[in-house]
Structures are given as C-alpha cells and as structure tokens.
C-alpha cells in the first residue's frame, strides 16, 4: 500500500491534470505535486525518468497506492473505486452511461485534437483555426447531449466526473478563443462548477507551477 502521500505528476495549464486535480479535491485526498513542464527543455516530459513513469510521455500521471496510473478518466475510475465519497459516477446505471459518454467525448473527442503535440504538427499559422474547429465540432455535440442530461450540472443535480472533463476544456476553449454564445448550457454549467471550491483550488492560475504573470 501507499507509503506517503499520493504524487500527482502534473502541468498547471494541462487540462487533463486539472480533470484529476478537481477530482482529489473534491475527495479530500492529500498529495504532493510533481510539476512536469510541457514547454521548458523541450518538454520536461520527453525525460527518461518520466519516460519510466508514463510511457505515453503525457501528464497526468498518478502515483497511489503502490501503483502508477497514467490516463486522467483511469485515475479518475480508480480514485472513484478506492475512495467512493463523494461520488463521482451516479448509482444508477443509464446516468452513469451518460456521465461516461460525456467524459469521453471531451476526453477522446474533442482534448485530443487540440492537443499541444497535435498543435506542433499542423504548423504556427493553422494552429488557432484547428483548435478553434475541433472545439466547436465538439461542443456542438455536447450542447444538444446535455439540453437532455442535464440538471445543475453535466448529468442532474450531482456533481460527477463529465464536469470534471467540461470545466477543462471550457477553459481550453476560452484559451483559443471560441465563441460560447452558441453553447448556452455548457456555459451555465460551467459558470455553477467554477463556484465551487475543489474547482477553484484545482484551478490552473492557482498552482505551485503557475507562471507569476498568470496567478489569480
């Protein structure tokens, strides 16, 4: 079993991470951060000790428990099964589905094709206009998803893990300049979820490696 705490190998901007960060919040779980600069020496991720760690070269990953887990909707399912409370993934089955729906959908659909390594492959110039496309494709979808989901939040009125992945990537959206106005329910769950503490904590401009320029 875990000998010490918890450490979460993690980039404030990485909007992964911050799905994972909001997770340990919102559970109480204590933990050390291992920032992993994605930007600086070429990638801080590219090293071979972190190589060693997560083979995909990809933030976050997750020491707990005696084990490693890379892949934030993994640690997010294992967190859950380890430590139920607060739950993250409704009891009922056909809202649980819904919640996994729309966690990979951000997860698989959309984060991936407006990632930093997708990003250096399209070129400087295009770089804007890719983003911006695979996130309106993305949020075009999940707008109509959750005009039948949800209540509060993502799915009804509890918190789960589809507002953990929507928060991020509204975030990433604003970061390339989407218009939201078409997205009025993304919008307002997002503004309820950004209320909340383990939201707030987990936040991007509030962590040990955020820039000084970029801290609230």
């Known amino acids: 079993m875990q000998v010490g705490k918890p450490i979460l190998y993690s980039y404030f901007r990485s909007s992964c991470s911050w799905r994972v960060r909001i997770a340990l919040a919102l559970k109480g779980i204590d933990y050390e951060?291992?920032?992993?600069?994605?930007?600086?020496?070429?990638?801080?991720q590219f090293s071979k000790e972190f190589q060693a760690l997560n083979p995909m070269k990809q933030v976050p990953a997750l020491k707990i428990d005696g084990i490693t887990i890379g892949q934030s909707l993994a640690i997010i399912e294992y967190l859950e099964e380890t430590r139920p409370t607060p739950r993250l993934l409704p009891q009922d089955p056909k809202k649980r589905a819904s919640v996994r729906m729309i966690s990979d959908l951000i997860a698989g659909g959309i984060q991936p094709l407006q990632n930093l390594s997708v990003l250096k492959q399209v070129g400087q110039e295009n770089q804007l206009?890719?983003?911006?496309?695979?996130?309106?494709?993305g949020f075009n979808a999940l707008e109509r998803i959750l005009q039948s989901t949800a209540g509060r939040y993502c799915v009804g009125d509890e918190v789960s893990m589809a507002d953990l992945c929507l928060v991020p990537q509204v975030a990433n959206a604003e970061r390339f300049k989407v218009d939201l106005t078409?997205?009025?329910t993304?919008?307002?769950?997002?503004?309820?979820?950004?209320?909340?503490?383990?939201?707030?904590?987990s936040h991007p401009c509030r962590q040990p490696d955020t820039p000084a320029e970029l801290r609230a």
């Open 186 to 201: 993304i919008s307002r769950i997002n503004k309820t979820l950004l209320a909340l503490e383990a939201f707030q904590v």
């Open 33 to 44: 951060m291992m920032p992993i600069n994605l930007v600086k020496d070429g990638g801080q």
């Open 182 to 184: 078409p997205y009025p």
């Open 129 to 137: 206009t890719w983003a911006q496309n695979a996130i309106t494709s």
